[in-house]
């Protein structure tokens, strides 16, 4: 069993959660985003947005990999940037088009 957290862009939430429940059904205990419950992100305070930023890197932190949820290959900045402190902690970076190509070979 791994660790693992869950990256990517909101707009990708069905995916990351197809995704999520296929990864913890082999076996994986999962870390996702939290569920935000305001229909746009300018409704949280800046304060509001660190706390979820800094939460959000404690999972990856605690993680063994993080699971990139590149749908189409997209990754935005805030992603960008927690694929490269999963690196500077030497985690495993597993990518959703990956585990599409595998299944699809």
Do not use: Q
């Not at 995916?15 to 999962?30: D, R, S």
């Amino acid at each position: 069993m791994k660790i693992i957290t869950v990256c990517g862009s909101y707009k990708y939430n069905k995916e990351m959660k197809e995704i999520t429940e296929k990864m913890a059904l082999n076996g994986n205990c999962m870390l996702t985003p939290i569920d935000l419950t305001k229909s746009n992100k300018e409704e949280y305070t800046k304060e509001e947005i660190l706390t979820l930023g800094k939460m959000h890197k404690e999972k990856i932190r605690i993680s063994d990999a993080i699971l990139v949820v590149n749908v189409n290959g997209y990754i935005g900045e805030n992603t960008k940037s927690e694929i490269e402190y999963a690196k500077s902690l030497n985690k495993e970076i597993i990518y959703y088009t990956d585990i599409i190509k595998n299944k699809e070979a």
